[in-house]
């Protein structure tokens, strides 16, 4: 009889503990927990990964890289020098037929739901490995552990996190499994060169999902990471944040990182007589900058213009300014070819708009030209500071000035 009583209070112990789990934790600690958990992943991939491997944007201690490296194989089962190589090879070939995972290659619909297949299929590449997959640990434990048994830490993980909560802790695996391919392989692949606002007129599609970069730690801004690949920092603008920058500071104030580049800031001086070779280099090294204040001072003169416009009663002229007005200031390779026959009807009806745009294309020229000599790139500057304060067009002859007071 004792014998039974002891054999079933085993088993309710047993169904107990396969309910519950060892912390009979409530619903919201089980939230809690799997958000912190897929948290620190996020902040394992762009901190480690992204921006310590692929881009050498900050040196890591070898107790805050090992940390990254336990704790990606225990959620996600990635091999460093597979993940760096793919990403490496995506900013290589942007937006073309060979990047891994562009919606402009692929398709939006293809790389949100076929992320990481996408991923999988590139990163079994052996040439992709051997081009891109350069510098990324190669020590016993990577060759031993966490890439021959790669697929045996998130094993692990879900033993965990059965043991931890029980039957539900299959569900709270089951979303730490999903969580980077949702996030990374669709969200910041996919929407992130596809749908947000640009800081930037960088070469791709690339673009800021969100100015608040929490929830993917930073990687929501995406363009600003594409203009400035190499920097640790991903945020730029006084209202953005990149909360793994935060992290990273943080790391580096006890001594487990050091951060070897930020994106460039613009020095202003006095201003030059004449634009020299060092205007030609502030130029070079701030051009995304440079280009970006260009745009300011494009969109400032449609508002302008659009606001006499109504106010002297032209509304149809209005309306047709108004629907081309967000992107009169953009490359025209990234205009919608729908609307470039309207923006060239714009630029002929409004000569001091069309003025700012010509202007614009041959200030681009200047820095993009690889067929010409130093010198003559510095005359071709010359030419454009004189052609823009003699223009008569104010917002010309500001950013002229501003030029002539850059400073690499």
Not at 16 to 32: E, F, K, M, T, Y
Not at 324 to 344: A, C, F, G, Y
Not at 378 to 392: F, H, I, M, N, Y
């Amino acid at each position: 009889m004792l014998d039974l009583l002891s054999s079933s209070a085993l088993l309710d112990s047993m169904v107990s503990w396969l309910s519950d789990g060892l912390l009979d934790a409530a619903w919201w600690q089980v939230v809690l927990y799997t958000l912190v958990l897929t948290h620190i992943t996020i902040a394992s991939v762009t901190i480690f990964l992204h921006r310590s491997q692929a881009h050498r944007s900050l040196d890591l201690h070898p107790i805050a890289s090992h940390f990254f490296r336990f704790w990606l194989w225990l959620t996600t089962a990635t091999v460093t020098k597979e993940w760096v190589a793919v990403h490496r090879k995506h900013h290589a070939k942007c937006e073309t037929e060979e990047d891994p995972h562009s919606p402009v290659a692929h398709g939006i619909k293809t790389v949100l739901l076929q992320g990481r297949e996408l991923y999988a299929v590139e990163a079994a590449k052996k040439e992709t490995l051997a081009k891109y997959g350069h510098n990324t640990p190669n020590d016993w434990l990577e060759r031993n552990i966490y890439t021959r048994f790669s697929a045996k830490g998130v094993l692990l993980m879900l033993l965990i996190d059965i043991a931890l909560f029980g039957a539900i802790g299959i569900t709270v695996w089951a979303v730490q499994m999903l969580w980077i391919p949702i996030t990374a392989a669709g969200i910041i692949n996919g929407l992130g060169h596809w749908w947000g606002y640009r800081n930037f007129e960088a070469a791709d599609a690339s673009t800021n999902i969100s100015p608040w970069g929490i929830l993917i730690g930073g990687e929501e801004l995406h363009n600003n990471h594409h203009t400035y690949p190499t920097s640790a920092k991903l945020s730029v603008k006084s209202y953005e944040f990149d909360i793994g920058w935060t992290y990273i500071r943080g790391l580096e104030m006890v001594g487990l990182a050091k951060v070897r580049k930020v994106p460039p800031r613009l020095t202003l001086g006095e201003i030059k007589p004449v634009a020299d070779a060092k205007t030609l280099e502030a130029l070079a090294a701030h051009r995304y900058e440079l280009m970006a204040s260009y745009a300011r001072e494009v969109r400032a003169a449609c508002a302008a213009e659009l606001s006499r416009l109504k106010s002297s009663g032209q509304q149809s002229a209005a309306a047709k300014l108004q629907k081309v007005r967000h992107w009169m200031h953009r490359d025209v390779e990234k205009v919608p070819h729908s609307l470039r026959v309207d923006i060239e009807k714009a630029r002929a009806e409004h000569p001091s708009l069309d003025k700012l745009l010509t202007m614009r294309e041959e200030l681009r020229l200047v820095w993009t030209r690889t067929n010409v000599s130093g010198e003559q790139l510095v005359a071709d500057l010359q030419g454009w500071c004189q052609r823009a304060e003699g223009s008569g067009i104010k917002a010309l002859q500001e950013f002229s000035l501003k030029l002539r007071a850059a400073h690499a």
